[in-house]
């Protein structure tokens, strides 16, 4: 007797009081022999205010497809999404962060409403990927996720450029070395059709570590957006999810510590995004495993970076999808004793068994290199504490030439702030640039600056000042900046008591943030401090007073009191 998958759809399909409920499903299209079937959702995230996600649209469609021939019943549904890239440096970034708690809560509440027996889930810009695992850890029916796929590189002058190179191009023009015709021409090049930003950044960093995580199929994190590859995994996840369900194998089965391990080995040999420590916390939360800084700190020091990719290197991801992909970086880390091969994945088979079968990274290729010759000997993401960050900071370290720095700090209490006094020349090489207030609740919404960060570089003072905040940084931020100082102002973190003149010590080195200032001074300073009023409403006022420490992933669903775990 065939098994009923129908694990939730099941009183919706057979019992006469649900003839009501029968007779709404009809409407978009079920026939008798669908409610036999079991409901599999296709949760989308295609819109048109982002090349991310244009065309996810289309790929809904084949995963549909996918399902339906496996012997589900497919409902595609949508969800929102921001652009980070368009919304870098204006107040509309505070709603990036935020966007990945409304995408869980609203496919976590679609699968939910609609007793869904399983779905498939498609991302493309940056927050829509935690967002998805963050649903299907709590969803808890069998899950797969596909991404959107990489952009393609543009070309200039006979050179690839990216986003980035857009965002290093307002500083040099700023500092005179680039004419406004040439800046206009690197914003007409840099993004030449659908995909994520192209460089190992926020989207292909956690692409990355899903399909290490156990998440997604093999190979699907580097097949580029616009190509028949990317169609096919959509078409095969959708087969993919019913034969989960017929194993029973649901996320948490795959979403284990050992799994999370696997995901930060693979992001630190990769050199992914500082936003990667953020949502794999938060990933991990939903999924109720215990994972900390701590073993961020644990596995950096013994992976080496090896891929030689933007923003600190040379190629993108489409460079890696030829070199051998994602696949080929993990045969070759599972091979040296990296990963645990045991760790179970969406195909019902162990990471051991997909890799095994799969080709490994192909000759004569530079993107990735030896692990007994590597870019760096331990991993570029590096935990950083002290007296200026007791609860943790997260700086990226790949390709500084300056990895440390004293010197007296230039503190704002906003990005905007901040950014007038750089493009106005008022920060000198030397300086400590501080930005605080741009926390998870003092942002609110803890805004990436990648802006502030690429307009230093492009005036060519990169490698010479230090960047702190409380906020984040683009996965396509490069230098020595550090983010998700914790505890953050707005809650009474030390960084809330830094002066302009203050001297400050950045020492990734060492892992450590020291503010030179004396106890009894700092305490002076408190006593007579006051955290700024905030009066929002709406999404951001409800993200404010529910959200946790970055240093538990900036959650708003923490088990905990959101304080509990801070040290002040």
């Known amino acids: 007797m065939k098994k009923d998958l129908r694990i939730k759809s099941r009183h919706l399909s057979e019992d006469a009081k649900r003839v009501p409920n029968r007779a709404m499903l009809r409407a978009v299209g079920f026939q008798d022999e669908d409610f036999q079937k079991p409901m599999v959702g296709v949760a989308s995230t295609w819109s048109e205010v982002t090349p991310c996600n244009i065309h996810i649209d289309q790929l809904a469609v084949r995963a549909k497809q996918g399902v339906a021939d496996a012997g589900g019943a ?3 549904f949508n969800t929102i999404t921001v652009s980070d890239g368009i919304s870098m440096g204006t107040s509309g970034m505070r709603y990036s962060l935020p966007s990945r708690d409304v995408i869980a809560d609203s496919i976590e509440t679609v699968a939910g409403a609609e007793n ?15 967002g998805c695992l963050i649903a299907m850890a709590r969803s808890e029916v069998p899950s797969v996720f596909v991404y959107g796929g990489t952009i393609k590189p543009g070309t200039l002058n006979g050179k690839d450029i990216d986003i980035v190179s857009a965002f290093e191009g307002v500083g040099q023009y700023n500092k005179g070395d680039i004419s406004r015709e040439e800046l206009h021409q690197i ?17 292909n960093t956690m692409a990355s570590a899903i399909e290490a995580l156990g998440m997604s199929l093999p190979g699907s994190s580097s097949n580029p957006a616009e190509s028949e590859y990317k169609l096919q995994d959509c078409y095969d996840a959708g087969e993919a999810v019913l034969k989960l369900l017929e194993a029973g194998i649901y996320p948490k089965d795959i979403m284990t510590k050992a799994a999370f391990e696997n995901a930060i080995t693979l992001v630190m040999a990769l050199g992914g995004s500082t936003n990667a420590v953020l949502h794999l916390l938060a990933i991990a939360n939903a999924a109720e495993v215990d994972l900390t800084l701590d073993d961020f700190e644990r596995i950096q020091k013994k992976v080496p970076h090896i891929a030689n990719l933007k923003p600190s290197g040379k190629y993108v991801m489409q460079d890696l999808y030829e070199a051998g992909g994602v696949p080929g970086v993990m045969k070759l880390l599972l091979e040296q004793g990296y990963l645990h091969g045991d760790c179970l994945t969406v195909t019902g088979k162990t990471i051991a068994e997909n890799l095994e079968v799969l080709e490994g990274l192909k000759d004569n290729q530079d993107v990735i290199v030896p ?9 570029p993401l590096v935990i950083m504490k002290g007296n200026l960050a007791p609860s943790g900071a997260v700086a990226k370290v790949s390709g ?3 990895t440390s720095l004293t010197g007296p ?5 906003s990005e905007e702030e901040a950014t007038e006094a750089v493009l106005a020349g008022e920060v000198s090489a030397g300086d400590v640039i501080v930005i605080r207030y741009e926390g998870p609740k003092g942002g609110p919404g803890m805004p990436e600056m990648l802006s502030l960060s690429a307009i230093l570089v492009g005036k060519g003072l990169g490698e010479t000042v230090a960047l702190l905040t409380d906020g984040r940084f683009s996965g396509g931020t490069h230098g020595l900046v550090v ?3 914790a505890p953050e102002a707005q809650i009474g973190g030390p960084i809330a008591f830094l002066n302009t003149g203050d001297l400050v010590t950045v020492d990734s080195d060492r892992r450590e943030l020291t503010m030179h200032v004396q106890d009894e001074e700092l305490a002076r300073r408190k ?12 999404v951001l006022g409800k993200y404010a007073r529910t959200v946790s420490c970055s240093s538990q992933g900036a959650v708003t669903d923490l088990p905990e009191t959101p304080m509990e775990h801070v040290k002040l």
């Open 483 to 485: 983010g998700h100082i």
């Open 527 to 538: 006593a007579s401090w006051s955290p700024p009023v905030q009066t929002m409403r709406g």
């Open 187 to 203: 914003e007409c090049n840099a993004c030449p059709g659908a995909g994520s930003c192209g460089g190992m950044y926020t989207a």
């Open 116 to 130: 869904l027996d399983a779905y498939v889930a498609i991302g493309g810009c940056d927050k829509n990927m935690p």
């Open 400 to 402: 500084l030439k300056v």
């Open 74 to 76: 497919g409902m595609i």
């Open 409 to 413: 700090a230039k503190v704002f209490d």
């Open 371 to 379: 692990l007994d010759k590597p870019l760096r000997e331990d991993g």
